[in-house]
């Protein structure tokens, strides 16, 4: 789940594509909200021998990709208990909170770590902005996403390859990297 | 070739292969990709129709004129369609006639949660359901043949986790089907009173047959289980959630799955009822299937155990229908801040919300679009939104109330007088049904000012062309209708419709006044595009709003305009350049001069 502008989407695509090829059954949600940027942008990706439901339930995912730190209080009801939880260290203020109505919580990444004995939390957009564009953090973060799910088998740079501009992929195949590695 | 599709691209390779020739839509989430789907297929001729009840009439008449005609809409658009509905029921068809209505069960972007089956059994035509991307693929092919064989316009019902869930899909190639011949038939095609009797009767004759087919098709079949201790009946998404709620029984719960779901198969719910011991209807919303097995003196249970209320999901069939423990979630002691929909950065919208936002002794009448969000703190503008048109009409409604009343309650305690109505809508929307409100204002002359917030793109939806872009749906260059000239056509006078640049505030706040000031009726329309246009985009990438932390004084006016882009942070004001776009709103509100535009325009 992330805020819309954030490639979440994208990024769902990329993963349900290549697992796709890999021969699992997928089915991918999304719910896009009715505002083009801003907000709240969640999507489901579901895989297995068979899938029946598109939508994965409370305490159901195996692994929770936040874009959005507080995103991640907003849906860890969603992550199974012993699932891994994975927080983009990167804060987007809602209006709510830029008019003052409501506050911006404080240390969600130490107080999401002493609830998830499985949390990374790292700053995807620095890192994607260091390799050259912000807007790759949603491949930096899928990347991690593969690494956590022990999908590395698969070649996801040849689903990237066939999924971004051609002048974009090496900076996407660099990101996506970059965000494997931060799973050791 | 085996693919991965949402629902609606499914729904749209569907029709091409099924040689579907004509197909129409008015966008509308979740149904709004099915005809840019659709429109990518060269055979297909795909237009935007200006609203739901254009886009049904247009497919209508190519069926009758033989081709194989599909319209599409979400579920409030079919409200506006159902006037043809109901009487293209008694015509039939001659080319297949599909008409896809996309429901929001949960309210991910509609303005209610109504149940479209009903309009099958209520229109007294076959409806389908699918339940995966596969069987849209499958279902819309199947759809036009059954068309055709019941002389019939034929329901294809899907909701939001049907059209905006991708899921593995087996696509096949173009069947061309021959335009049919038209024969003139007014027996048949004109519906006056005599004739319309006469097709009243062969549609009872037509559902009779519909019902044996029901109770007998490939739609509606019987997944036994192991068992027949649990049996389970559903039909569309809720058939997955179904499915997963029970799947860790090991097969042993039995399942009616149901595809064709108008007529209901009443036999083969009898047959699989007194089979199995207990019995649950699994459905979203309304009781749609349940009331009908009740109907039938069949015991079964469902609603009184599921919510009436919102989407369904695994979890929730499990905790309703099973019951037992489950584990605690993770959970923190933190209260996340809500995230709702706001305007953009860099929205047009946002100049004449604004302005708006000054006068407390108006009211607004809102409409459907983005606009819409100018409800949201800080701008906080809009008064009313019903649906599609509404503002122009709802608002001549309020001015008729408040000429009686003398004033608001909430202005008449501030000593305030008589409110002035604005209305807010924008190009499509207007385009869509606003234009009638219009005309009404003008001849019984309520003297209300509408705010036609032209950004020259259907937004909300995500930018699909509109009769005021000058672009068909495929990006061909057409005619582009000129809303100033609409607006005077109408009869509003020439001096009273004024185009006005949203980005620049002094401009945009002299013509609400003189609206505001007018006792005629006075349009006001905006002239920025949307920010989110790529052209836009590009051209303004690198340019945006600095502020000046040494003339800064911290006063937040700035923070008034309602910009995701603002915040106040560590004591001084912060302008996100990424997402700014350099509208300069801010910087015009500001009293000190600390904001001003900076970088350079793209050619």
């Given at each position: 789940m992330g805020v819309g502008g954030q490639g979440t989407i994208l990024a769902s695509k990329v993963l349900s594509v290549g697992l796709a090829r890999a021969g699992y059954d997928v089915k991918m949600s999304e719910i896009h909200g009715?505002?083009?940027?801003?907000?709240?942008?969640?999507?489901?990706?579901?895989?297995?021998?068979?899938?029946?439901?598109?939508?994965?339930?409370?305490?159901?995912?195996?692994?929770?990709?936040?874009?959005?730190?507080?995103?991640?209080?907003?849906?860890?009801?969603?992550?199974?208990?012993?699932?891994?939880?994975?927080?983009?260290?990167?804060?987007?203020?809602?209006?709510?909170?830029?008019?003052?109505?409501?506050?911006?919580?404080?240390?969600?990444?130490?107080?999401?770590?002493?609830?998830?004995?499985?949390?990374?939390?790292?700053?995807?957009?620095?890192?994607?902005?260091?390799?050259?564009?912000?807007?790759?953090?949603?491949?930096?973060?899928?990347?991690?996403?593969?690494?956590?799910?022990?999908?590395?088998?698969?070649?996801?740079?040849?689903?990237?390859?066939?999924?971004?501009?051609p002048k974009l992929y090496e900076l996407n195949a660099r990101a996506f990297a970059a965000g494997a590695a931060e799973l050791k | 070739m085996k693919e991965i599709m949402t629902g609606n691209e499914a729904i749209a390779r569907g029709a091409w292969e099924a040689g579907c020739h004509v197909a129409a839509a008015y966008p509308g989430t979740p149904s709004s990709e099915i005809l840019e789907n659709v429109a990518r297929y060269g055979e297909i001729d795909a237009e935007w129709s200006t609203n739901e009840k254009v886009a049904v009439e247009v497919a209508s008449g190519a069926a009758l004129g033989g081709a194989r005609a599909l319209a599409a809409?979400?579920?409030?658009?079919?409200?506006?369609?159902?006037?043809?509905?109901?009487?293209?029921?008694?015509?039939?068809?001659?080319?297949?006639?599909?008409?896809?209505?996309?429901?929001?069960?949960?309210?991910?972007?509609?303005?209610?949660?109504?149940?479209?089956?009903?309009?099958?059994?209520?229109?007294k035509i076959p409806m389908l359901e699918p339940s995966d991307s596969q069987e849209c693929l499958d279902f819309t092919k199947d759809a036009f043949e059954l068309s055709e064989r019941f002389d019939a316009p034929l329901l294809f019902r899907v909701t939001t986790r049907i059209c905006h869930s991708k899921s593995i899909v087996e696509t096949g190639e173009r069947g061309e089907v021959p335009i049919k011949p038209y024969d003139k038939n007014p027996g048949k095609c004109v519906m006056q009173p005599s004739a319309a009797m006469v097709r009243r009767r062969l549609m009872e004759e037509r559902e009779a047959k519909l019902r044996a087919f029901s109770n007998d098709c490939k739609f509606n079949r019987i997944e036994w289980g192991?068992?027949?201790?649990?049996?389970?009946?559903?039909?569309?998404?809720?058939?997955?959630?179904?499915?997963?709620?029970?799947?860790?029984?090991?097969?042993?719960?039995?399942?009616?799955?149901?595809?064709?779901?108008?007529?209901?198969?009443?036999?083969?719910?009898?047959?699989?009822?007194?089979?199995?011991?207990?019995?649950?209807?699994?459905?979203?919303?309304?009781?749609?299937?349940?009331?009908?097995?009740?109907?039938n003196g069949i015991e079964c249970a469902g609603m009184e155990l599921l919510p009436a209320i919102g989407e369904l999901n695994a979890g929730i069939i499990r905790a309703a229908m099973r019951g037992g423990e489950t584990p605690a979630p993770y959970k923190t002691d933190i209260t996340a801040p809500p995230r709702p929909p706001v305007l953009c950065p860099g929205c047009s919208h946002r100049g004449i919300a604004f302005a708006l936002s000054k006068y407390k002794d108006i009211l607004v009448s809102g409409d459907i679009g983005c606009?819409?969000?100018?409800?949201?703190?800080?701008?906080?503008?809009?008064?009313?939104?019903?649906?599609?048109?509404?503002?122009?009409?709802?608002?001549?409604?309020?001015?008729?109330?408040?000429?009686?009343?003398?004033?608001?309650?909430?202005?008449?305690?501030?000593?305030k007088k008589i409110n002035k109505v604005f209305g807010m809508i924008g190009d499509s929307t207007f385009f869509h049904s606003g234009i009638t409100g219009l005309i009404d204002a003008v001849v019984n002359r309520s003297a209300i000012a509408l705010c036609i917030v032209d950004n020259r793109i259907t937004a909300m939806t995500g930018h699909q062309e509109n009769p005021g872009t000058g672009r068909t749906i495929r990006g061909e260059t057409t005619e582009t209708v000129d809303l100033t000239a609409i607006c005077t056509a109408c009869g509003v006078k020439p001096e009273n419709v004024r185009?006005?640049?949203?980005?620049?505030?002094?401009?945009?706040?002299?013509?609400?006044?003189?609206?505001?000031?007018?006792?005629?009726?006075f349009v006001l329309i905006t002239t920025r595009p949307c920010a989110l246009i790529k052209d836009v985009q590009r051209k303004r990438a690198n340019v945006r709003c600095e502020v000046d932390d040494k003339l800064c004084v911290k006063c937040k006016a700035c923070m008034r305009v309602g910009c995701p882009a603002l915040a106040f942070r560590d004591g001084r004001i912060e302008i996100d350049g990424s997402s700014c776009n350099g509208c300069t709103i801010c910087a015009q509100v500001c009293p000190r001069h600390a904001i001003s535009q900076a970088g350079e325009f793209n050619d």
């Open positions: 009715m505002s083009q940027r801003g907000g709240s942008v969640t999507t489901h990706v579901r895989f297995g021998a068979k899938v029946y439901s598109p939508i994965v339930d409370e305490r159901g995912a195996d692994i929770l990709v936040s874009f959005e730190k507080v995103e991640a209080v907003r849906w860890l009801a969603f992550l199974k208990r012993g699932g891994m939880l994975v927080v983009n260290d990167y804060e987007i203020r809602p209006l709510s909170v830029l008019t003052g109505t409501a506050e911006y919580p404080d240390g969600v990444t130490g107080k999401l770590r002493s609830e998830v004995p499985r949390m990374i939390a790292f700053d995807a957009v620095k890192i994607a902005s260091d390799l050259g564009s912000v807007k790759a953090q949603n491949v930096v973060l899928l990347g991690a996403l593969v690494k956590g799910m022990k999908l590395d088998h698969i070649d996801w740079n040849a689903v990237l390859k066939d999924s971004v501009p | 809409m979400k579920h409030v658009g079919l409200n506006v369609a159902a006037d043809p509905l109901f009487t293209m029921s008694y015509i039939g068809s001659n080319g297949g006639l599909v008409i896809v209505t996309a429901d929001d069960p949960g309210f991910f972007s509609s303005q209610n949660e109504q149940d479209n089956r009903w309009y099958a059994m209520h229109a192991s068992e027949r201790h649990i049996g389970v009946i559903t039909s569309g998404v809720s058939y997955q959630h179904a499915r997963e709620a029970w799947s860790d029984m090991g097969g042993r719960v039995s399942f009616l799955k149901l595809g064709l779901t108008w007529p209901l198969p009443g036999d083969l719910i009898a047959k699989f009822a007194s089979e199995v011991e207990t019995l649950y209807v699994i459905e979203e919303n309304e009781p749609y299937i349940e009331n009908f097995v009740r109907r606009y819409t969000l100018s409800v949201m703190p800080p701008l906080s503008v809009i008064d009313s939104v019903i649906c599609m048109g509404a503002s122009v009409s709802a608002g001549i409604g309020f001015r008729k109330a408040f000429s009686r009343a003398g004033a608001r309650e909430d202005a008449r305690k501030e000593g185009k006005i640049d949203p980005y620049n505030l002094a401009e945009t706040e002299k013509a609400v006044k003189d609206a505001y000031d007018s006792d005629e009726i």
